[in-house]
């Protein structure tokens, strides 16, 4: 009996973890995250991320804060078209003067 328990254990623990993989809810792949760096002079930089990933791709946005409260905005956006089995990223950035930059880049699987 404990050799048959032995063998069932890590089936049934298998099991429930490919369950979740496939039933589990977006939120459980988010993440947010601060970091800041220090240099000379006491200057730093600290960035924000907030990234969350959706059914059929992610979103992320960050906030990245430097010298003299300067400060850089980006957002991106990947998606995945399973009929056309095409990756598409979008992204975007605003630097502190307000000029934006932006782009878009799709990515097609052949094989």
């Known amino acids: 009996m404990r050799v048959m328990r032995y063998r069932i254990v890590p089936v049934v623990f298998g099991f429930l973890v490919a369950i979740a993989f496939v039933f589990g809810g977006s939120s459980a792949w988010a993440f947010k995250r601060k970091s800041t760096v ?62 934006t930059k932006s782009y878009q880049k799709a990515t097609t699987v052949t094989k």
Not at 45 to 74: C, F, H, I, L, M
């Open 38 to 99: 220090s240099g000379p002079g006491g200057k730093s930089a600290t960035q924000e991320v907030d990234a969350n990933r959706t059914p059929t791709g992610y979103n992320r946005s960050s906030t990245t804060t430097g010298p003299n409260d300067k400060s850089v905005n980006t957002q991106s956006q990947g998606t995945w078209n399973a009929s056309t089995k095409t990756w598409t990223k979008q992204k975007s950035a605003t630097g502190p003067k307000g000029q």
